[in-house]
């Protein structure tokens, strides 16, 4: 049982290219979550989803695209990469049941450096 | 808006000495609060929830609705303890909004 894996650890873009971030949990969760970090400040959510085929923004979705077409998979699109993403992503899932336990578990994150 | 506020960005106590680490929250509805840390080069997990009332590795945290407040303390530091603590507060749809996190050292 990994938990919530991603993928890349670290990647350093130009300005102007794209990439994705992978994210996988093997929990059976139907929660899953994006999560920003930028340095001194707390993660900030950029979108999240409640199932597969079901996504929203949240805090800070602009320059961000997902897509949820399994239950364990949940790609973060970044297009057109800007300085202002550089960050620290950060995935997450949860059950989301009623009743069910409601802690978020956290993969390990990806460094982004856009230059 | 629902907000957490973290006050402190750095704490520094002793080994054995008590800790506090402050979390001020606002939110119209009914709050659920959680303390969330991060050890050196570990992933972000959950330390304890409010509802749960539990002490974890010696901490609690009490929810004072009148202070809109969820402080996290701990009566005796241990070195440990030493990691970044994040408070959140869910909202909507499962979503947590964060504060912008603690970062603890305890002195030896």
């Known amino acids: 049982n990994a938990g919530v894996t991603q993928t890349p650890k670290f990647r350093i873009l130009k300005i102007g290219q794209s990439m994705t971030l992978q994210c996988t949990q093997d929990?059976?969760?139907?929660?899953m979550y994006w999560y920003r970090q930028d340095p001194g400040m707390g993660l900030k959510l950029i979108y999240y989803s409640v199932g597969a085929g079901i996504t929203d923004k949240g805090e800070v979705p602009n320059g961000y695209n997902v897509s949820r077409s399994t239950t364990e998979d949940f790609p973060l699109r970044l297009e057109l990469a800007a300085p202002s993403q550089t960050s620290v992503y950060f995935c997450a899932s949860t059950s989301g049941l009623a009743g069910g336990e409601e802690t978020q578990y956290f993969g390990p994150g990806t460094r982004l450096l856009v230059l | 808006a629902q907000r957490v506020t973290q006050p402190e960005k750095l704490l520094s106590v002793f080994k054995g000495a008590p800790v506090e680490l402050k979390c001020n929250y606002s939110?119209?509805?009914?709050?659920?609060l959680f303390w969330y840390v991060q050890y050196s080069r570990q992933r972000l997990q959950l330390l304890l929830r409010?509802?749960s009332r539990e002490s974890i590795k010696g901490f609690t945290a009490d929810l004072n609705k009148g202070e809109t407040s969820f402080h996290l303390k701990k009566p005796f530091a241990q070195e440990e303890d030493s990691a970044m603590y994040y408070c959140?507060?869910?909202?909507?749809?499962?979503?947590?909004?964060f504060g912008q996190g603690t970062r603890l050292t305890i002195n030896p």
């Open positions: 959140a507060l869910k909202w909507g749809a499962q979503k947590l909004v």
């Open positions: 939110y119209s509805g009914s709050p659920e």
């Open positions: 929990m059976n969760h139907n929660y």
């Open positions: 409010h509802i």
